[in-house]
Structures are given as structure tokens and as C-alpha cells.
């Protein structure tokens, strides 16, 4: 089972794998084993741009280039990766030792709640593409349309399909089974998402129409859609927030003498549930630890650079494990009366 099994969330570019690169950093070296990244968006340049890939500190796997979504999905949650194509298994997915793998990174949630969804052959927007009905015919309107094919195009023209809400509740459990599946993999497990608004149905919230929240709203990480926001993080150790809070201060200009104002960022991680740092609006966000002294955890941890967000990352696991040292000293002490 996981060592430490926590989800990070939060806006892009709010330095959560920036984070995540110099936690890799600190692991790699202190146990001497690699980490991996499954990933399907952009931000796999933030660790290339690290060097951590050509230093061969991490192995990546980009699955969105793969077709059949549900089937990628299954075999990453369970350590399997592709071979290398030089071998005899040229490229085909196969399990691995996920012992080597000291920490293992899905990237993320959100995106493959995408993925799943999406066009990719074998995704739910293709089949409804190509005329599969997923659900009730009453339930909502499948969405298929088709390009006529003109004489140089070559070929019939393209089947595109929509999503519905059967979609949504098909790919909200898949989701959710593969993050319990994932949760078996040894070393540490961390998973990514976005930020989406739901309601708070522990306070009464509701939803009305289709896109519509009634009640008290918050942000969470978004699975496959809303539904999952506001409780997904029952699922994790820790659930972690990465946000800025940014302020304007009055600088004078250096060639013309002006005054003017420039943003002051603070890049910070929230371990607690919170609302915006700038006060702009009053939804909550969803944060969470478990640190066994909670007097020890602050409310966040921050940086001014959005590189030095990884050094708040660490610095948060080195509380938690210095929080489990003294309640583990403590309860040694009870063992000896």
C-alpha cells in the first residue's frame, strides 16, 4: 500500500509540479530509486525543463497519445507501463517492478476525467460519435454530427460526437475505482486535479438545472466533472490547495519617476479548507491534513517565486513527519510505564 497517498489541486501555473519536481528531487536522493509521471496535458514541460527526465530521474508516460481511454486508465492505476520499443515487446504495455518507483504521479485527475470523455478513439465523445448509446434515450440528447466529405478530402467525412450526462455518472466511478486501485502501489502515490465549483451538500446545497448550484457553494478538485468536489478528498491523506494571493504596491519608476503599482505575489499551498486570499469572493475552498498534532501545521505554507513552491511542499511532509516522531516518542514512553 501507499506510503503517503495525497492530491494536490489547484488553478495551472499555480506551481503544483513545480512543486512536485523538488519533492522528486528530495525522494530520489534520500532512497536512491526513481519516480514516474503518467500525464496528459502541458505541464509535462515544467519537468522536462527540470532536467529530470534527461537526468533519468523520472520516467514518463504520456497517455493521452494511447487510444482506449478506460483500458490506458486501468493498466497506469496499476503500475503497468509501455516497454521500450527497441525491445521484443516493441512499445506494448506490460507491468513493471513498481518497487524501482519511489513515488509514482498522476497527472491528474482532471485531465483524465478529459481524456475519458473526450474523442480519443475509445473515449465517450467518440462513441457517441459513431452512434453507441450510453444510457437512457429519455435521459438526455445524444449529440452526433458528421462532415459531409468533399472530393479532396479524400474519404467519408468525420463522425463527431457530444457528451451527456450519462457519461458524466459512467466515467465518475471509473475514475474514482482507479484512484482506490492506485492507492495499492508501493512508495509514495500523489494525484493532480483542477479546480471546479460544486455545492456543499453536507450544508444543504443542491443542484437545479443542469450547470445551476443552489445552496452554499464551494471549489474542490474536479473528477470527471463536479459531483465528486466536495468529498473526493475522503479518499486522500492529504488534500492540498495551491493558490496566489496577490496584492498591488506602489513602486516608483526608475526612468520616469512615476508611481505605479505592480503585483506582489505569495504563492501558497493551504492545508485547511480557506477562502480567496484576496477577499474577492466568500466560496469556500476544500483543503485538508491529517498532521497528529494540528497545532504544528499552519494554515499554509507560502513562497514569493512559484519555483520556490516545491520548498514549501517539502517543508510541509518534513512537519508531518515531525509531528508522527514526537506523538511516536510519546506513545514509546506510555509502552515503558
Not at 520516467?59 to 497506469?76: G, I, N
Not at 468529498?231 to 496566489?244: K, P
Amino acid at each position: 500500500m501507499a506510503q503517503v497517498f495525497d492530491l494536490l489541486y489547484g488553478t495551472t501555473l499555480r506551481g503544483k509540479s513545480k512543486a512536485i519536481v523538488e519533492l522528486v528531487k528530495v525522494l530520489t536522493k534520500q532512497s536512491g530509486k526513481k519516480a514516474r509521471l503518467f500525464i496528459g496535458d502541458g505541464g509535462l514541460a515544467t519537468y522536462e525543463n527540470a532536467g529530470l527526465v534527461e537526468a533519468r530521474l523520472l520516467d514518463v508516460v504520456e497517455y493521452d497519445a494511447y487510444d482506449f481511454p478506460q483500458t490506458v486508465l486501468d493498466r497506469m492505476v496499476k503500475g503497468w507501463m509501455p516497454q521500450p520499443v527497441e525491445g521484443a515487446n516493441k512499445g506494448k504495455w506490460a507491468s513493471v517492478k513498481n518497487e524501482d518507483y519511489i513515488l509514482t504521479i498522476f497527472e491528474g485527475a482532471s485531465v483524465l476525467g478529459k481524456y475519458l470523455l473526450g474523442h480519443t478513439k475509445g473515449g465517450y465523445a467518440y462513441r457517441a460519435g459513431q452512434g453507441e448509446l450510453i444510457g437512457n434515450k429519455n435521459d438526455d440528447a445524444v449529440v452526433k454530427v458528421k462532415d459531409e466529405s468533399m472530393p479532396w478530402m479524400g474519404g467519408d467525412g468525420v463522425s463527431m460526437g457530444g457528451n451527456t450526462m450519462s457519461h458524466y455518472r459512467m466515467v465518475q466511478p471509473i475514475l474514482l475505482n482507479a484512484i482506490k486501485v492506485s492507492k495499492r502501489l508501493p512508495g509514495w502515490v500523489i494525484w493532480t486535479a483542477h479546480p471546479t465549483e460544486t455545492v456543499d451538500k453536507s450544508e444543504g446545497g443542491k443542484t437545479g438545472d443542469f450547470g445551476k448550484l443552489l445552496g452554499k457553494t464551494l471549489v474542490g478538485p474536479e473528477i470527471g466533472g463536479k459531483a465528486m468536489a466536495d468529498w473526493v478528498s475522503r479518499e486522500f491523506g492529504n488534500t492540498l490547495h495551491f493558490d496566489i494571493a496577490t496584492k498591488l504596491e506602489a513602486v516608483q519608476d526608475a526612468v520616469s519617476g512615476r508611481n505605479t503599482k505592480v503585483n506582489d505575489r505569495e504563492y501558497r499551498i493551504y492545508t485547511r479548507d480557506h477562502y480567496d486570499p484576496d477577499g474577492n469572493f466568500l466560496t469556500e475552498f476544500r483543503a485538508g491534513n491529517r498532521c497528529p498534532l494540528p497545532e504544528m501545521m499552519p494554515d499554509y505554507l507560502a513562497s514569493e517565486k512559484e519555483e520556490d513552491a516545491g520548498f514549501a511542499l517539502v517543508k510541509f511532509y518534513n512537519l508531518m513527519a515531525e509531528a508522527k516522531k514526537i506523538e511516536l516518542a510519546k506513545l514509546k514512553a506510555l509502552a515503558t510505564v
